[in-house]
């Protein structure tokens, strides 16, 4: 996920408008601009190198924008869409937003895999050394886990429990377990199903040793990846582990979207708190102590639920599509700055 700058700078072929400078003004012209955007060099230095003011600098250099002689080109891999990943992080106030174009046969689909991969990329620029990254259970943290090639030595800890036991050493576990490879640091997993039938089973679970030894670290995470859920079939882990009365309780407290087996409205207030004493999660107000959380989520039919949570100012950075982004960008006002990451539920 490399951007790169180009700057092409040339005296002979700078247009027709720069033609009328004079020979010795395109030379001097091409010569500080080289100095000051291929170099490096501060204007008084060139200033100083030429023997004429910085504000002749200033105006030269000016001049050679305007007129064609310098050229500044700013290139991303074709798969990010630099424009929209900028608007999307003022109108959010995110730290990060990374929008990747929607592979053209799965724009309707949810969270494509190119999230992964890129997310993948992400993380091995915000972990650092000694960092403890949390992975919450999610298809795109674990294709975000599996295109993972480089992190620096930091411990991985599992931040939910997993949608099915029977089918953990293909989910959250193993993602855990391949970025502590990856990583060469401690890993961390849960084997617990993430949703329990009633409050004291999942009370229990939580202080099994292995499972507590896991929690023991929620409170110094310093990045966390998460995946975000529509409320409804197949596209909400939570949805689908529920009964049909279940389902249809929550719905009516107008839940939007669900985020590690917590629930919310469409104005990213939290719903349904009764579920969370019934899931083996970290919670809400620990994710907001985390420095750095970062969402992974895309597709048309998941927009409402990343606008949902991400104006519950939980989320800090978002790894998303063209599609998603389109939505985001047109879902109602604004919402309050992420960053400022006030909790007006209490949650």
Not at 119 to 145: K, N, P, Q
Not at 200 to 218: K, V
Not at 260 to 276: C, I, P, Q
Not at 330 to 346: I, M
Request: net charge negative; hydrophobic share 45%.
């Amino acid at each position: 996920m490399n951007s790169s700058e180009e700057i092409a700078v040339s005296g002979m072929s700078a247009g027709r408008s720069a033609m009328r400078m004079g020979p010795a003004e395109l030379v001097q012209a091409a010569a500080m601009a080289r100095r000051f955007y291929l170099e490096g060099k501060s204007k008084i230095q060139i200033a100083e190198e030429f023997g004429v003011s910085r504000f002749k600098v200033a105006r030269v250099l000016e001049t050679a924008l305007e007129r064609d002689l310098v050229r500044i080109e700013i290139r991303v891999p074709a798969e990010l869409d630099a424009e929209r990943s900028d608007a999307l992080r003022a109108r959010y106030g995110l730290r990060h937003a990374v929008v990747v174009e929607s592979p053209a046969e799965a724009q309707d689909s949810p969270d494509p895999e190119n999230l992964g991969e890129v997310a993948a990329d992400l993380l091995g620029e915000l972990v650092d050394e000694g960092a403890i990254l949390g992975l919450a259970w999610g298809r795109s943290t674990i294709h975000m886990a599996a295109a993972l090639d480089r992190l620096p030595p930091c411990t991985v800890v599992q931040l939910t429990g997993v949608y099915d036991a029977g089918t953990a050493e293909r989910g959250s576990v193993e993602a855990v377990r391949r970025a502590a490879q990856v990583s060469g640091g401690d890993a961390h997993p849960i084997y617990a199903p993430m949703l329990l039938p009633d409050a004291a089973t999942a009370a229990a679970l939580r202080n099994q040793t292995g499972i507590a030894r896991a929690f023991e670290y929620f409170d110094k995470v310093t990045v966390a990846c998460v995946s975000i859920g529509s409320w409804e079939p197949g596209i909400s882990t939570v949805h689908d582990m529920l009964s049909d009365e279940e389902r249809a309780h929550y719905a009516s407290l107008g839940v939007a979207a669900e985020m590690s087996a917590h629930l919310f409205d469409a104005e990213g207030r939290r719903v349904g708190r009764d579920l969370g004493e019934r899931c083996i999660t970290v919670k809400t107000e620990q994710l907001r102590r985390i420095p750095e959380v970062v969402a992974i989520a895309g597709g048309q039919r998941k927009g409402a639920a990343i606008d949902a949570v991400l104006r519950s100012g939980l989320v800090t950075s978002l790894v998303t599509d063209t599609s998603a982004a389109d939505y985001l960008m047109t879902a109602g006002t604004p919402p309050k700055p992420a960053l400022n990451r006030a909790d007006p539920d209490g949650s």
